[in-house]
């Protein structure tokens, strides 16, 4: 039956996905980003080639990257349990997030960067700009709408894996369309969990484009 307490609960879980997706986003840019810059970098054709450097980088990002999610979640319960003091709940949930998001972003980031047009990097060259100067003032402003463009990507993939956290007490929609959907056999309650993910995937996308758009027209 559906009631306040219901209610009340899915609304509770809105917030906490909301919170998980956009938290583990932002710790997995905080990390992601400049694994972006060092792979940019450290290529072949870089600022600054390192092969050992790129080789590392690209082995934990290929290695993070090829295990699922759901086995990463349980491989990192105790490194979690440490971090957090528990391996269940939404807070806890944002430890596997961020690690799984990290090398995800990275890697998008490192597209981005390589993406800018080597015409004007060469030009900041010319004018005796250095790697760090090139770095901040050309590659990520030259790229700033890819950039936010796959933020967006990242989002709805964090949100995803967010759910898939539900089925291991990550709290969440995702915890209630297990728990009350799957458990319980309760129809009504997976499919409004269902269309509220739905829903926000799509605001996610939404917004982050809108900005995208926004940046590009400033840039033209």
Do not use: C
């Not at 879980?13 to 450290?42: A, K």
């Not at 004018?127 to 967006?152: H, P, Y």
Request: charged content about 10%; glycine content about 8%.
């Amino acid at each position: 039956m559906w009631d306040s307490v219901t209610t009340n609960m899915i609304l509770n879980g809105i917030l906490e996905t909301v919170y998980m997706t956009v938290v583990s986003t932002f710790f997995g840019y905080f990390l992601g980003l400049p694994m972006g810059i060092l792979l940019t970098t450290s290529d072949k054709n870089g600022l600054k080639p390192n092969p050992f450097l790129y080789k590392v980088l690209d082995a934990i990002s290929n290695v993070v990257r090829s295990v699922p999610f759901l086995i990463l979640l349980i491989l990192l319960i105790p490194i979690t349990r440490q971090l957090v003091g528990k391996s269940y709940g939404t807070t806890a949930t944002i430890v596997p997030l961020v690690i799984s998001a990290a090398p995800y972003i990275a890697r998008m980031v490192e597209s981005s960067l390589k993406e800018v047009d080597a015409g004007v990097i060469e030009a900041a060259k010319s004018m005796g700009a250095s790697r760090i100067q090139i770095v901040f003032k050309v590659l990520l402003v030259e790229a700033r709408t890819s950039l936010i463009t796959n933020a967006t990507i990242a989002l709805g993939t964090v949100l995803g894996y967010s759910a898939m956290a539900g089925t291991l007490g990550g709290g969440g929609l995702g915890s209630i369309a297990v728990q009350y959907g799957y458990y319980r056999y309760q129809t009504d309650i997976m499919i409004v969990t269902v269309i509220l993910l739905i829903i926000l995937f799509q605001v996610f996308t939404n917004s982050g484009m809108f900005i995208a758009r926004k940046l590009n027209h400033k840039q033209v």
